[in-house]
């Protein structure tokens, strides 16, 4: 039997920890068959980002045309889209598809470059989350879109449902970054029902990639026929492997290992 289809909709990473690199690696460590459509090309490493270029409107859209009108998709995940005008390209080309979509709303990098347009953010808002099976902000993201500060736990609960009110069918908090604690605690909510998702807080500080790699393997258990939560529940403990075996990578932080279990 073939694989099943999942597409990133992304930028590079030139340093393969993230972006499309993360997500494809991801993608394959999962079983699936990823496939891609750049939106932007960035230079990056281990200290950070140090140019973005975007691609033209055109050339995103020839890519996703060329990929859903032969192979076809199973499930889509988004990430860098850099502009407005690119946020609403995908968006339009989202819209018509039958295929589960993870909307992974990239505002900044792990080194605090920005990636996503200050006038973009209105775009994500009414044009993207409305599209969205799953919308997976960190707490930097639910800040940016919501105005929602997350410090502590019992924030969360508020933070998903400003998310909501975007219309994602789900949405997934991710408390990795909250401070202290022995857990990495992330919310799943649809609004009517509530997953806690808990694992073990690694203390490893080559964590970079770990919101695509999250967000493509949620995409990759979709595709496999998972409900969400399920889909959820396994990406995690994926990626919550994938931070443990994490390791340096030239001189600034490393990214997360994708290829963990086969090391295992």
């Known amino acids: 039997m073939n694989p099943p289809l999942v597409l990133t909709v992304a930028g590079s990473d030139s340093g393969g920890g993230a972006g499309v690199q993360a997500d494809l690696k991801t993608m394959l460590a999962l079983g699936v068959h990823g496939m891609s459509v750049l939106t ?10 140090q140019g973005v270029w975007e691609l033209p409107v055109e050339a995103v859209r020839a890519q996703f045309r060329a990929v859903v009108d032969d ?3 199973q499930a889509v995940k988004t990430g860098m889209l850099a502009s407005a005008a690119l946020v609403e390209t995908v968006a339009e080309l989202l819209a018509p598809v039958e295929a589960p979509v993870v909307v992974d709303p990239v505002g900044v990098s792990k080194h605090g470059d920005p990636l996503l347009a200050e006038t973009a953010l209105d775009s994500l808002r009414t044009k993207l989350l409305p599209v969205a099976t799953v919308a997976t902000p960190n707490l930097d993201e639910v800040t940016q879109l919501t105005g929602v500060r997350v410090a502590e736990e019992g924030d969360m609960r508020p933070a998903a449902e400003a998310v909501l009110s975007y219309g994602p069918r789900w949405v997934l ?9 022995q857990e990495a605690v992330d919310l799943l909510t649809d609004g009517t029902e509530e997953h806690w998702l808990r694992a073990p807080r690694h203390d490893n500080r080559h964590t970079h990639g770990t919101g695509c790699t999250l967000a493509s393997a949620i995409a990759s258990g979709l595709a496999k026929g998972l409900e969400v939560p399920e889909a959820v529940r396994q990406a995690k403990e994926y990626v919550t ?3 443990a075996a994490g390791f340096a990578l030239g001189a600034g932080i490393g990214p997360v290992d994708h290829g963990w279990r086969f090391r295992a």
């Open 71 to 73: 192979i076809g998709v």
């Open 40 to 49: 932007a090309v960035t230079a990056q490493n281990s200290r950070g980002v």
């Open 173 to 181: 908090i991710k408390g990795g970054h909250l401070p202290g604690g």
């Open 241 to 243: 492997g994938a931070i």
